[in-house]
């Protein structure tokens, strides 16, 4: 069964930081591009960075410079590295395949930037 877990969200003041994890199960992440989305209140959900099997990365433009994605192919994880971080950032953050399949969605994790 496929199964993609976040974690690692919280509150945090902005300009701070916040890293967030991604385990996934199953043959998804092996053979796909993986994607941190998010999801902020009364908006669609966006995706904001991928990066491929052979690690190429690509970023929003609203948060290229602050975010870094990364993977570790051994223990099927992805993360986020999310510095300077701002109000407009708070958003439930998922991750999932790229392009995204409905049926991967997992629980997200909330991110929270605020003083």
């Known amino acids: 069964q496929v199964q993609l877990v976040e974690s690692g969200g919280g509150l945090v003041q902005p300009g701070g930081s916040l890293r967030l994890s991604c385990a996934a199960s199953g043959v998804i992440f092996r053979n796909n591009a993986m994607g941190w989305y998010r999801q902020a209140p009364g908006k669609q959900r966006e995706l904001v960075a991928s990066?491929?099997?052979?690690?190429?990365?690509n970023y929003a433009a609203s948060v290229r410079g602050r975010f870094t994605i990364s993977r570790d192919n051994a223990k099927n994880t992805v993360a986020l590295q999310m510095n300077s971080l701002k109000p407009e950032d708070t958003a439930v953050y998922y991750c999932?395949?790229?392009?995204?399949?409905?049926?991967?969605w997992g629980q997200g994790t909330q991110v929270i930037v605020s003083s």
């Open positions: 990066i491929t099997t052979a690690a190429s990365t």
């Open positions: 999932n395949k790229v392009p995204y399949d409905r049926n991967y």
